[in-house]
């Protein structure tokens, strides 16, 4: 039962830090506050790194808290159970933003957000299958070194991190609000829809 609960708590956990992380960014898309935001004086810099330290910030309260509830439940944090969660938190920091604002809601931008990351952690892992195959040597010896595959995770996922965060910032850089229909998913583009009927 006791494991059962550490697996909710690891779920949530998880769970929570793509939707923390995502949230600054989303929920502007529902509550309609992008031209409130953007049309203050102040340079897209200074907002993009507001909303992601609100966003760390959050995020770091709850490493801190599920943290403090493993070791209080005598849980060993060894550096390979830690060093994922690590990454993780990490790459969800800086993809957050450019999940967030491509999906345009919090739930689609955790959502796209997780996919994204196993996807890459699929591609990693199948590249690092592949060649060990092709080398001759079998992936499932437990005489294998462990730090060539750990330091090409790490690699990979600083390089995820930093070029999600590149493109969310670019993302969030070129945003141009425009009027739009009360459902702008069912607006027609301008060449579609005749003058006398946009008028209208």
């Not at 340079?43 to 330290?53: A, M, P």
Request: positive net charge.
């Amino acid at each position: 039962f006791a494991r059962f609960l550490m697996a909710i708590a690891a779920f949530a956990f998880f769970a929570g830090c793509l939707v923390l992380a995502a949230a600054p960014f989303g929920y502007e898309f529902p509550l309609r506050t992008w031209p409130l935001l953007l049309g203050q004086p102040l340079e897209r810099s200074r907002l993009w790194r507001t909303k992601l330290l609100a966003g760390t910030i959050a995020i770091l309260a709850l490493v801190a808290v599920h943290g403090a509830t493993m070791i209080v439940s005598g849980q060993k944090l060894l550096l390979g159970d830690v060093l994922p969660g690590i990454g993780f938190v990490a790459a969800t920091i800086c993809s957050a933003g450019w999940c967030a604002l491509t999906a345009r809601s919090v739930i689609g931008g955790a959502a796209f957000d997780a996919c994204c990351q196993f996807l890459i952690m699929l591609l990693v892992s199948g590249g690092i299958f592949l060649s060990y195959k092709i080398s001759g040597r079998d992936p499932d010896e437990s005489e294998l070194a462990k730090a060539p595959v750990v330091i090409t995770y790490i690699i990979a996922g600083a390089v995820y991190a930093a070029f999600t965060l590149w493109l969310g910032w670019r993302t969030f850089k070129q945003m141009e609000i425009r009027d739009a229909t009360a459902v702008a998913n069912l607006a027609l583009p301008d060449w579609f829809t005749p003058k006398a009927v946009a008028a209208l």
